[in-house]
């Protein structure tokens, strides 16, 4: 998911956000690794999804080397109604759906070309040795002055920036 959605986003300029879904318990750090993707997440956490289940009769808590109960739970969750899975799918992603759609219609009526505070910069750059580097800063003039101290062709930067 980090790299497919970060991927996109430099492959596609017109992508200005990436959200996650992420069912099940998820670490911090694990949150961490992919927000630093630039993927926003929202979490729908295992209970919740377990006692939505349960209310299916389909048991979702089980030991991780039990093979029979999610076998049971598979065969009982196919033989429910399509009206009851989509049921079972609102309940699920009930407590986030809100959230995704705010941020979706936020993303979406924001002037894309409008001036914007930046919050973080990443330079990525490629040499003529074959080398990719990428650094992260807090703001753009840090990263313009890294670049300036980077590159060799260092008047032709100033020129444009002066």
Known sequence: MCIAHYGLRRSYSSIRKSIGVLAGEWTDASLRFIQSFGVETHRIPFHHIADILEQYEIEFRWDEKDIQTPTKAWQWFCQ??????EEIAAAIT????????QSVETTLRSD????KRVEAVELSIRTSEGEYLVYSFESVSEAIQRLLAFV???EDLRRILH
């Open 80 to 85: 429910l109604s399509e009206e009851e899975k």
């Open 94 to 101: 009930g407590p986030i759906r809100q959230a995704v759609e």
């Open 112 to 115: 894309p070309n409008a001036p």
């Open 152 to 154: 060799k062709d260092i």
